[in-house]
């Protein structure tokens, strides 16, 4: 299966393997997994502890943001289902 490709029909969880295919909310907690890897690889760039927090704050606005998006973007795709129905 090529992700790159993916509609999310969701015909492949009736072709594939039942544990071929994860759903998006079953990726999640792999998703924070990788997410904190990538910040502990990060902080190894600062060794005063200011420029640590000062790395932290950023990288929690950067995933606040990226949650915002999240959020608003579903509210438009209601408010269009809605709207439709």
Do not use: W
Not at 13 to 27: F, G, M, N, T
Not at 33 to 54: P, R, S
């Amino acid at each position: 299966m090529d992700k790159e490709k993916c509609i999310r029909c969701g015909k492949c969880l009736d072709v594939y393997p039942q544990d071929a295919i994860r759903h998006d909310s079953e990726k999640t907690p792999l998703e924070i997994k990788e997410n904190l890897e990538d910040v502990e690889k990060l902080m190894k760039n600062f060794e005063i502890e200011e420029k640590k927090k000062a790395f932290l704050g950023r990288i929690i606005k950067h995933y606040n943001k990226d949650k915002k998006v999240a959020e608003e973007t579903a509210k438009k795709i209601k408010a269009r289902l809605s709207v439709e129905e």
